[in-house]
């Protein structure tokens, strides 16, 4: 039942408050700075909340509380009003395990009749009383607190590193294959690399389809990812850059986001292979990222440059949700000048997961096109780039890299035609 939330100011805030063992998570949108203050004020003096981000534009907003899943998400209902209220409903109708709150300037009956049939639990307008707002957030820590768990969500993995030669295309290919065959699940590789676009290569492809086919396209959507996705041998999907980097010039962070919200529509797991420069891009993949693995090698320069990268991170509110963002530690040799240890105390995070620095073994396999995890499973990386893939999906991904691989025939019946290079 919606609630209409406004009155006088300066009322006391409610006296209870949210248990920490039922502790909600909220994503608020509003394009005024002063009102996403105060909105935020608001939040944050409520015991038990935790504010997962905030975004000013209402796309972007929404892609990023696709990926945060928030208990909450307060979007400030401001025109034009249409397009927010379409944008919302779709939204609802995705993940209706949201509670999803309204800032309006207005509180008129027609306002409120169509924020019901968006799927609005709340509706807040000014003067802001923070006692509503503290029982309307109690109301939804409740109902959540009564539900118990849900359906596994469908990851996207995004594989960066701020500095080039990171190894973050080797990390991405070889992590697609090994998800592919420890799991059960339809797993998709995309490359959004747009300097460099090596991903297809480095699988054994040379790209006969390409994000290049979708740059200028009238309009996003299944069938044109379709003609654009080159299939594996071991099953594995993949979004490829064109052979001719210029072709994939222009394509705009918008469109990025569509083609990310529609594979994850379709497959459980996207690996993203990410452009190293932190653009509307980038900022776009993040957004949208379950999880990123954040690259370092056990240098100097590459400790500066995560931390110059962990510093972003923590003003757009990516550190907040425990465990999105993870350390991994590539290159690792037992004579190097820095140790594991030292990365992690230099940048005052754990590693996530360690991977050899096996040069031989990876070398090898990118001049043959044949990923390690395919080809010498058996070797230091490859054992752990698969324990890598066990970590990220515990009790999902069980089997050892090769062993017991499953059948490969049977696909996504949406690509079953047109899918193979």
Known sequence: MISPIGGPAGQEGSSRSIPMANAISAVLVHRDPHERAQLRAALAAIPGVQLAGERADVRAGLAFARQARPAILLLDLAPPVDDTLVAASQFRLEHPEVALFFWAVSYEPETLVRA????????????????????AVERVATL?????????PRKIITVYSGKGGAGVTAIAT????TLKRQTPLEVALVDLDFQSGDAAFALGHTPTRSLGDLVGAGALDSASLQGALLRHESGLFILSQPDQLERADGMA???VGTVLDILSSVF??????????????????????????????????SVRAVRRSLDVFHRLNYLVAPDRVKLVVNRCADHSDLAVADVERALEMPA???????????????NLGKPLCSTHTESRAGRDLAALGRALLPGVAKQPVGAGARERGAGLRLFARGGRS
């Open 352 to 366: 996530f997961a360690k991977i050899a620095n096996d040069y031989a073994a990876m070398s090898r396999a990118i």
């Open 268 to 301: 459980e797991l996207v690996v993203v292979d990410a452009p190293h420069a932190i653009t509307d891009v980038t900022l776009e993949i993040f957004d949208r990222s379950t999880v990123v693995l954040l690259l370092a090698e056990p240098t100097i320069p």
């Open 174 to 177: 070889n992590l697609a294959i």
């Open 253 to 255: 962070p918008d469109q």
């Open 144 to 152: 959540s607190a009564r539900k118990n768990g849900g359906d596994r």
């Open 116 to 135: 019901i049939r968006a799927g609005a639990q709340e509706v807040l307008r000014r003067p802001l009383d923070r006692a509503a707002l503290g029982q």
